[in-house]
């Protein structure tokens, strides 16, 4: 069994950077994907990044490329979100999840999931 918990969430303001931890507990293997989804309110749960534990790789939705980056400490077993340049179209509920397979942007492929952190950006 795996057990993700975010943290880091918070309200901020348009433009302003916000850095999200997912930490990992219990069985894990080296060659499981992580990835952080997010889901606003009204609106379907929609993919965000993904990095692969062990060859890591990282991937990115397009409306995230170039502002947010995926990043781990293994060590930690740790999982990061650095956000920048934060816009209000930002604001949802964000979840980190853990899967076996290779890097994906289906919620199906992966099997464990974290409660949520929410982010709020103001404008």
């Known amino acids: 069994q795996v057990q993700l918990v975010e943290s880091g969430g918070g309200l901020v303001q348009a433009g302003d950077s916000l850095r999200l931890s997912c930490a990992a507990s219990?069985?894990?293997?080296?060659?499981?994907?992580m990835g952080w989804f997010r889901q606003a309110p009204g609106k379907e749960r929609e993919f965000v990044a993904a990095?692969?534990?062990?060859?890591?790789?990282?991937y990115y939705a397009d409306s995230v490329k170039g502002r947010f980056t995926i990043s781990r400490d293994s060590a930690k077993n740790t999982v990061y979100l650095q956000m920048n340049s934060l816009k209000p179209e930002d604001t949802a509920a964000y979840y980190c999840?853990?899967?076996?397979?290779?890097?994906?942007?289906?919620?199906?492929?992966?099997?464990?999931w974290g409660q949520g952190t929410q982010v709020t950006v103001s404008s």
């Open positions: 999840a853990a899967g076996r397979g290779i890097l994906s942007r289906r919620s199906g492929d992966y099997d464990y």
């Open positions: 219990g069985r894990t293997f080296s060659n499981y994907a």
């Open positions: 990095i692969n534990w062990s060859v890591v790789s990282t």
